[in-house]
């Protein structure tokens, strides 16, 4: 690059004033791009001189959107692969910064090659006479052996490049995927894609890293556009609250059930099963001296009947009293809970176990009574 090539060339932060935008129409139908790639569209489409090379620091960009750094450069690696950002290395540009411009006009389509014709002789690759030279030094006997000079032609035909990317037409969309697994790089481009939507929402990133990425690596995601089903799963499973646990026993079932594919429906089923059972919260406070000891009667319960199950029965439970004998010698505890629980249907059939836990750390309770009342205000 010239020095006077290189008085030319302004940073990309010397259009924070400009008016308006460049955009390739070609960018609305394309379902690859995402939020980071549409900013960087209209971000480098200020630059409208010097045939629209500009520098582009991609440290400064990055913290300016507030976007992880190796989420931007990938970004940009993808734009230029199809074809609507072309660049200039450091080596070429010999600074320390990349030049960087968009392209608005799509490249052109590939062209054949002519061939060029083979050149016409005897058979064998012998020469007729007339082809001979008659220079002293050469013989003209007809046996004369003179071979081609001319190249072969390949019979594949090479593109023909955009003028000023030097890249081939894009690829077209991801549509129609559907059966067939994609390429592990292409889904972990779609994992950088979609990370870099929402670099700084924790819960968004958890379900992204956490459970979509394994799943779609080990599982194909059947559909139409897999950066599109992947980012609106991940913002509805955010808005859900989803934990690590929950989503980690959701990946491991939908791993046992679907072998080779899974699709969107079949996660937000999964998903929407995990959040009906989730625990109801406890809403009656009960008898503050007995529920510090209710710990140790969940600890029992989990023994005997796990603690999944534990959480989704007992979850709303609170001990109200323990009475003294009767006179047939019963210790009866009397246990609340709110009306969600008994909504909600629930058939316990873990009576013996309850009393059995009770028992544990309560000794002699014989009979549980259970009343449902109204939630504590």
């Given at each position: 690059?010239?020095?006077?090539?290189?008085?030319?060339?302004?940073?990309?932060?010397?259009?924070?004033?400009?008016?308006?935008?460049?955009?390739?129409?070609?960018?609305?139908?394309?379902?690859?791009?995402?939020?980071?790639?549409?900013?960087?569209?209209?971000?480098?489409?200020?630059?409208?001189?010097?045939?629209?090379?500009?520098?582009?620091?991609?440290?400064?960009?990055?913290?300016?959107?507030?976007?992880?750094?190796?989420?931007?450069?990938?970004?940009?690696?993808?734009?230029?692969?199809?074809?609507?950002?072309?660049?200039?290395?450091?080596?070429?540009?010999?600074?320390?910064?990349?030049?960087?411009?968009?392209?608005?006009?799509?490249?052109?389509?590939?062209?054949?090659?002519?061939s060029s014709p083979e050149p016409k002789g005897d058979e064998g690759g012998v020469s007729?006479?007339?082809?001979?030279?008659?220079?002293?030094?050469?013989?003209?006997?007809?046996?004369?052996?003179?071979?081609?000079?001319?190249?072969?032609?390949?019979?594949?035909?090479?593109?023909?490049?955009?003028?000023?990317?030097?890249?081939?037409?894009?690829?077209?969309?991801?549509?129609?995927?559907?059966?067939?697994?994609?390429?592990?790089?292409?889904?972990?481009?779609?994992?950088?894609?979609?990370?870099?939507?929402?670099?700084?929402?924790?819960?968004?990133?958890?379900?992204?890293?956490?459970?979509?990425?394994?799943?779609?690596?080990?599982?194909?995601?059947?559909?139409?556009?897999?950066?599109?089903?992947?980012?609106?799963?991940?913002?509805?499973?955010?808005?859900?609250?989803?934990?690590?646990?929950?989503?980690?026993?959701?990946?491991?079932?939908?791993?046992?059930?679907?072998?080779?594919?899974?699709?969107?429906?079949?996660?937000?089923?999964?998903?929407?099963?995990?959040?009906?059972?989730?625990?109801?919260?406890?809403?009656?406070?009960?008898?503050?001296?007995?529920?510090?000891?209710?710990?140790?009667?969940?600890?029992?319960?989990?023994?005997?009947?796990?603690?999944?199950?534990?959480?989704?029965?007992?979850?709303?439970?609170?001990?109200?009293r323990i009475t003294e004998p009767n006179p047939a010698g019963k210790i009866v505890a009397?246990?609340?809970?709110?009306?969600?629980?008994?909504?909600?249907?629930?058939?316990?059939?873990?009576?013996?176990?309850?009393?059995?836990?009770?028992?544990?750390?309560?000794?002699?309770?014989?009979?549980?009574?259970?009343?449902?009342?109204?939630?504590?205000?």
């Open positions: 690059m010239t020095g006077e090539e290189r008085q030319r060339v302004q940073r990309i932060t010397d259009w924070d004033d400009a008016r308006y935008s460049f955009m390739p129409a070609r960018a609305a139908d394309d379902l690859r791009l995402t939020l980071v790639h549409l900013r960087l569209l209209v971000y480098l489409g200020r630059v409208n001189n010097n045939n629209g090379w500009t520098e582009l620091s991609q440290k400064a960009t990055a913290e300016r959107w507030n976007y992880a750094r190796p989420a931007l450069n990938g970004a940009i690696k993808q734009l230029v692969a199809w074809g609507y950002v072309e660049k200039k290395s450091q080596a070429e540009t010999n600074t320390a910064l990349c030049l960087y411009r968009l392209l608005i006009d799509k490249p052109e389509k590939p062209a054949p090659v002519k007729s006479i007339d082809d001979t030279s008659q220079n002293a030094a050469v013989s003209s006997i007809d046996d004369t052996c003179v071979r081609s000079q001319v190249t072969p032609v390949s019979p594949i035909k090479t593109q023909k490049k955009d003028q000023r990317s030097g890249d081939p037409s894009p690829p077209k969309p991801p549509r129609g995927r559907r059966g067939r697994a994609m390429p592990s790089n292409e889904i972990e481009e779609v994992i950088v894609a979609v990370s870099a939507e929402r670099p700084d929402d924790e819960a968004f990133q958890s379900v992204l890293v956490d459970f979509l990425a394994p799943l779609i690596r080990m599982r194909h995601l059947d559909a139409p556009s897999l950066v599109g089903a992947v980012q609106s799963l991940a913002r509805w499973i955010a808005a859900k609250g989803l934990g690590v646990d929950e989503g980690r026993k959701i990946l491991d079932q939908l791993l046992e059930r679907r072998k080779s594919t899974v699709k969107p429906s079949d996660i937000e089923t999964a998903v929407k099963t995990a959040i009906a059972h989730r625990p109801l919260p406890r809403k009656c406070e009960g008898d503050a001296e007995l529920m510090r000891n209710w710990p140790a009667v969940l600890a029992e319960l989990e023994k005997m009947i796990g603690a999944d199950t534990t959480r989704q029965v007992f979850s709303t439970f609170a001990l109200d009397r246990v609340s809970t709110h009306a969600d629980w008994a909504k909600r249907h629930v058939e316990t059939n873990l009576s013996s176990q309850f009393r059995a836990a009770m028992n544990a750390v309560f000794p002699g309770v014989s009979d549980i009574w259970i009343e449902t009342r109204k939630a504590a205000a």
